[in-house]
Nanobody
Framework: QVQLVESGGGLMQAGGSLRLSCAAS????????LGWFRQAPGKQREPVAI???????RYADSVKGRFTVSMDNAKNTMYLQMNSLKPEDTAVYYC?????????WGQGTQVTVSS
C-alpha cells in the first residue's frame, strides 16, 4: 500500500509562484507513475501533470509552459512548480499514483490565487 501526503499550498497573487510537494511512503517500488490533480469549487477533479517512473511528463493544456512536475527519487517526493499563477488555478491539489487508486487520495492542499 502507498501513502501520499500533499503540502505546499497557500494564498498567492496572480503572477506568483508556489511549489507543491507530494511525499510518498509504503510500497514505493510498486509505483509506475505519479500525478497531480486539482478540483476547483463546483467542478470535477482534473489531471494537471503526470510523471512516469522514467521521468517523462505530460501536462494539461491549461498549465503547459507554467507548471513543471519533477520527482526526487532519493526523497520519494514529487513536486509541482507552479509559475505565473492565475486565478483559475485556484483549487485543491491532490496527488495520486498512475494508474489512479481510490485509496491513494490524500487530503489535498489548497491553492488560492487572487487577482
Amino acid at each position: 500500500q502507498v501513502q501520499l501526503v500533499e503540502s505546499g499550498g497557500g494564498l498567492m497573487q496572480a503572477g506568483g509562484s508556489l511549489r507543491l510537494s507530494c511525499a510518498a511512503s509504503g510500497s514505493i517500488s510498486s509505483i509506475n507513475g505519479l500525478g497531480w490533480f486539482r478540483q476547483a469549487p463546483g467542478k470535477q477533479r482534473e489531471p494537471v501533470a503526470i510523471i512516469a517512473s522514467g521521468g517523462s511528463a505530460r501536462y494539461a493544456d491549461s498549465v503547459k509552459g507554467r507548471f513543471t512536475v519533477s520527482m526526487d527519487n532519493a526523497k520519494n517526493t514529487m513536486y509541482l512548480q507552479m509559475n505565473s499563477l492565475k486565478p483559475e488555478d485556484t483549487a485543491v491539489y491532490y496527488c495520486n499514483t498512475v494508474p489512479l487508486r481510490l485509496d491513494h487520495w490524500g487530503q489535498g492542499t489548497q491553492v488560492t490565487v487572487s487577482s
